[in-house]
């Protein structure tokens, strides 16, 4: 199910005594906010009235925010964007789609799970598909994803032999992120604005990607009432 709302960061501060505050986007490029009119917290619309990058966060002075006490009460609160806002390019996509998707052996057609969790190491994301016969850890680059269809809801892929979850045994977990969005590109990286975020290179970057609570497993609902 694709919610039409997505966690996009979180207010860590406040910044100045006029209001600002200060978000940590959960997107590889902080300038991502920069193109929204709206954000939402706490279910309710908030215009952008002003957003400018300052290192890893995004300044911003919010609409109804007047000085820096309204600001603190805001402190640690979640940003959501509306996916509908957001213009993807051809071929990227929320890594929250993925999350639940079936994956299937692109040779034999066995469904061998579903995706369950997606790790964030420095060269590429991994997902983590369980439910099948034996748990796997897949590599998201094209040598091993065939197919990505977030309509149909699966995932075709290629193994190869002993790819379990024993073939891999150091994946180091960044930051969590909700928003972040993926294409399948063979030109990977690890983000200029810092290694607590994820490695895709597309222009939004990629989310989230792994779980937000103390990296267990990524949230199944990050919607409002949607």
């Not at 309710?44 to 109804?64: F, I």
């Not at 609160?77 to 993807?88: G, N, P, Q, S, Y």
């Not at 790819?163 to 590109?185: A, D, E, H, K, Q």
Request: net charge negative.
């Amino acid at each position: 199910m694709k919610h039409r709302y997505l966690e996009a960061g979180k207010i860590v501060n406040t910044h100045g005594i006029a209001g600002e505050v200060k978000i940590l986007p959960w997107a590889d490029d902080p300038a991502f906010l920069l193109d929204f009119d709206t954000l939402y917290i706490d279910g309710q619309p908030v215009s952008l009235l002003g957003a400018r990058v300052h290192k890893n966060c995004v300044l911003a002075k919010l609409a109804g925010i007047h000085d820096i006490n309204e600001a603190m009460k805001l402190k640690n609160k979640v940003v959501f964007i509306d996916r509908e806002d957001a213009e993807l390019e051809e071929g990227a996509f929320f890594l929250a789609d993925l999350m639940g998707l079936e994956v299937r052996d692109a040779d034999s057609g066995e469904v061998l799970g579903q995706i369950a969790d997606i790790l964030t190491p420095p060269a590429s994301n991994v997902y983590v598909v369980t439910g099948g016969k034996q748990d796997h850890m897949i590599p998201a680059v094209p040598e091993f994803i065939v197919e990505t269809n977030i309509d149909e809801g699966y995932l075709r892929v290629r193994l190869i032999e002993g790819m379990g979850t024993g073939w891999i045994f150091s994946i180091t977990r960044y930051s969590p992120m909700w928003l972040v969005t993926c294409s399948v590109n063979p030109s990977w990286g690890v983000p200029k604005s810092g290694a607590s975020f994820v490695s895709i290179a597309t222009k939004f970057g990629t989310i989230p990607s792994t779980s937000k609570s103390k990296w267990t497993t990524i949230p199944t609902a990050a919607a409002m009432g949607q």
